[in-house]
């Protein structure tokens, strides 16, 4: 398979810059055998008494940092932590930076470049480490949003609660689980009101989600790891669920990934910590997700690809032309679509 079986025409105007409000009138596109236009608060009636969702609890970090290097304006996105208060960074300009060069940012936060990479990246080494630095960047910092929203001067006030979801609860992530966006207060009273049940795993979501592939033979592509964690009662719960015949509905990629990542042959699970780096394209042989929310994602994107595993490429490719010939929103704060998964063939 190559790069290009993946792609089609997205106008720049179909990505969202802001979510709905309130969150769960965003628009659902149901995939299956056919396409039906919803909201995300028809799902509740779209899920059967007894469907087990599983949503990711990761917590964004609001790790974009605005700064000086003397009397030149720095900024920095930290996008892995590498412990001891030190961080693999991208930053502009990052070309100027040298090892040893001293960054000032807000709130007195000072950090040095110890190393560049051969990627452009930067190691940060700053004057804190642990909840000292943790606070830090909850003070200072600004949520990483992907290049495709545009704010001046990074996300403003009300990004810091829209680009969190209602599941947050463990930081880690450099970026939002977009699925979980759409979820409500009022939306999860009318799914336990059903008789949905609920449990969380988690994945701290890394920058690599907005890396684009640059090889052609997708086969060539390296996925980038992501640390993932799925507690012995979550574990349990899932296998109970599978083990009953009850669907198990993913929240998100995110959520999807590490379910698979972990499920032996057999799709049974247990506790799991380490990292996640699965690359998922068509002809995957799932183990343990029946259904699948998710956003509508980029062009030639691992994600794309992902979404064409699970429902069926010709499927995915004419839902998606469906949904721009209808004025569905993209990515992060766009709308979403509920995937049935495809027969094997």
């Known amino acids: 398979m190559n790069l290009s079986d993946f792609d089609f025409d997205l106008p720049p105007a179909a990505i969202a810059q802001r979510p709905a409000l309130p969150r769960d009138v965003a628009r659902m596109l149901v995939v299956g055998e056919t396409l039906a236009d919803r909201t995300v608060r028809d799902l509740p009636g779209l899920l059967a008494p007894g469907d087990l969702l599983v949503c990711n609890d990761t917590k964004v970090i ?11 304006g720095v900024e920095a996105t930290l996008i892995e932590d590498l412990g001891n208060g030190r ?3 991208m930053a502009k300009p990052g070309r100027r930076l040298r090892p040893g060069h001293r ?3 807000a709130g007195g936060l000072m950090a040095e470049v110890a190393g560049k990479g051969d990627d452009g990246t930067v190691t940060l080494a700053f004057d804190r480490a642990g909840a000292d630095l943790t606070a830090a960047l909850e003070a200072h910092g600004r949520m990483p949003l992907p290049p495709y929203i545009k704010r001046p001067q990074g996300g403003d006030v009300r990004d810091r609660d829209d680009y969190q979801t209602i599941f947050a609860a463990r930081p880690g992530a450099v970026a939002a689980p977009t699925a979980g966006l759409h979820f409500t207060p009022s939306l999860l009273e009318a799914l336990d009101a059903r008789g949905v049940a609920r449990t969380t795993v988690t994945l701290h979501v890394g920058a690599g989600t907005f890396l684009p592939v640059k090889t052609e033979r997708i086969a060539d592509h390296v996925m980038h790891a992501e640390a993932g964690e799925i507690s012995e009662a979550a574990a349990e719960t899932i296998d109970v669920a599978k083990a009953a015949g009850r669907r198990v509905v993913c929240i998100g990629t995110t959520s999807l990934r590490l ?8 799709g049974r699970l247990q506790p799991f910590a380490g990292d996640v780096d699965l690359f998922i394209t068509p002809g995957y042989r799932w183990k343990v997700a029946d259904l699948l929310l ?7 994107s691992t994600l794309f690809m992902l979404v064409c595993a699970f429902a069926g490429t010709e499927r995915m490719k004419a ?8 004025g569905y929103r993209f990515y992060s704060y766009g709308d979403c679509c509920l995937l049935n998964r495809a027969p094997p063939t």
């Open 87 to 89: 961080w693999r960074a």
């Open 103 to 105: 960054l000032d940012f």
């Open 259 to 266: 379910l698979e990542a972990a499920a032996d042959t057999n």
């Open 294 to 300: 998710t956003n509508f994602h980029l062009p030639r």
């Open 319 to 326: 839902a998606y032309a469906h949904a721009l010939a209808e």
């Open 62 to 72: 609001p790790v974009r940092l605005f700064g000086r290097r003397g009397e030149v």
